[in-house]
């Protein structure tokens, strides 16, 4: 990879460089429009769309106050219809589960559907470590891994490449994958897509392990549902003879009705489609298709952390839709590197400081990645108060100390004595007021404020002495 999150600068860092970037910004600009119009069109579709939002709260919200029953209920399920279940307390212990697994099939390769848990985790560079290479098959998720890149979004984890980009990324480093990329290639999307199933099929048919994630999980059945575009899921969920589900333990749904609410509302806040083009769905092994040996490992890695916090917890509602990346206008400036995690946007700002903890800085800068302006909750299909979060978690980031945030509190102090003394204000604005020709544009101290702005300038009356002179 060309770099890793941990250790990545903080979010303004980040951010600086890449609104400097003229065509990740035209690529964002052009990607997140599209999508958000096509959304808007989609869902508005829908009479009941608001009582569908609603709903998924209501459920969502209800399985969370109850997880550890239907973890268990979810677990019974799955070990009946032939499934095993492993418990993974953190990220360490899920690469040793899963990599464990691997090996005793005694296999070296592996091919993976589309999987957030596996990359929140690091798997790919656990299973290398051990000798075992991962092959992402979902389309963008190729493009990023031949480009010894990251995903930048959550739906499209390219969505900072543009076709150009692509066709050299194949050109260059397809052969040193597996099958070379097609003489001739152009940037064609259907070029492009072809070259990748061709590239993909050989791997598909040789793979004895898949790995996948899960975008729900049935507690009643016992059911894993993947949600996907292009049939590569398909293949992965059928081909092998082992698979291995990573799945955050947030992923799960009470009942199969339940299931049907988000049938409805992921695919149009997604793809702006009404319905998923390939929704597979599995339940342990069976003698006559499929896997003959199915594993379920059930992520934790901070989540029961967050689901201790009464205001942080609506996070773990996400259905990893990205509707709220392709509104904020943070997000399509900064890009999806920038916020240093595989959950990019205002999602990541609330999603990674819960999951990793506040004390690096990159986690400390993320509740702050928002102007606030709320279009990420007017557009989340689950009613995520993504705003009142960013606040929660700024007020907890506050509370741990540092330099800028003392500077603060003393400033707030020294603000909130003269506020409560009408006498030392006014002597003060009369000062400020006569010495409003001395003062810089860019005063010392304030630089994060002043690098991309200039101070007001200072009227040569205050509104005190006005109203004193003009009231009557």
């Excluded at 953190?90 to 090996?103: H, P, Q, S, T, Y």
């Excluded at 002597?427 to 630089?447: C, D, F, I, N, Q």
């Amino acid at each position: 990879m060309s770099g890793t999150y941990l250790g990545m600068p903080s979010f303004p860092k980040a951010a600086k460089d890449a609104v400097h970037n003229v065509t990740l910004r035209a690529n964002l600009r052009h990607a997140t429009h599209t999508i958000r119009d096509k959304r808007a069109k989609a869902v508005a579709e829908l009479d009941d769309w608001a009582l569908l939002r609603e709903a998924g709260k209501q459920i969502k919200d209800h399985t969370l106050r109850h997880l550890d029953r239907y973890l268990e209920q979810l677990e019974s399920a799955v070990t009946a219809a032939g499934g095993t279940v492993h418990w993974a307390a953190d990220a360490e212990e899920a690469n040793r589960i899963v990599a464990g697994l691997v090996k005793a099939t005694g296999e070296s390769e592996v091919v993976k559907v589309k999987s957030m848990a596996t990359q929140e985790i690091g798997l790919n560079e656990a299973l290398e470590a051990e000798g075992i290479s991962a092959y992402e098959t979902d389309l963008a998720e190729l493009i990023v891994q031949l480009g010894e890149d990251l995903p930048s979004h959550i739906l499209v984890p390219a969505i900072h490449r543009n076709r150009g980009e692509i066709r050299d990324i194949f050109e260059q480093k397809m052969e040193s994958w597996g099958r070379p990329a097609p003489d001739g290639l152009s940037d064609s999307p259907a070029e492009l897509a072809e070259a990748a199933r061709l590239h993909l099929r050989e791997k598909f048919l040789r793979a004895r392990v898949g790995i996948s994630g899960a975008n729900f999980m049935v507690a009643e059945t016992g059911t894993l549902v993947v949600f996907e575009s292009e049939g590569n899921g398909r293949m992965c969920l059928t081909l092998p003879e082992t698979l291995i589900s990573v799945v955050g333990i947030e992923k799960t749904v009470p009942t199969w009705r339940d299931l049907e609410v988000f049938l409805q509302t992921l695919p149009r806040s997604s793809t702006a489609e009404r319905m998923n083009p390939y929704t597979s769905m599995w339940t342990g092994t069976a003698d006559a298709d499929g896997p003959r040996t199915f594993h379920l490992v059930l992520l934790d890695n901070g989540r029961t952390d967050a689901l201790a916090d009464e205001v942080g917890r609506q996070a773990l509602r996400c259905i990893r839709c990205s509707a709220c990346l392709n509104v904020c206008p943070v997000y399509e400036r900064a890009g999806g590197h920038a916020y240093g995690s595989v959950y990019p946007g205002p999602i990541g700002a609330i999603l990674s400081p819960q999951l990793r903890g506040i004390q690096s800085e990159i986690d400390a800068s993320l509740p702050y990645a928002s102007s606030l302006c709320g279009a990420c909750y007017e557009v989340c299909p689950v009613a995520i108060d993504i705003p009142e979060v960013l606040v929660h978690l700024r007020e907890k980031v506050a509370d741990q100390g540092g330099k800028g945030h003392r500077l603060e509190k003393a400033a707030i102090k020294a603000a909130g004595w003269i506020l409560d003394h009408p006498a030392a204000l006014a002597v003060g604005e009369k000062a400020a007021s006569k010495t409003r020709g001395l003062h810089p544009r860019k005063p010392p101290g304030a630089g994060a404020w002043t690098a991309d702005r200039e101070l007001p300038e200072l009227p040569g009356q205050s509104f005190r002495d006005w109203w004193k002179k003009n009231r009557t």
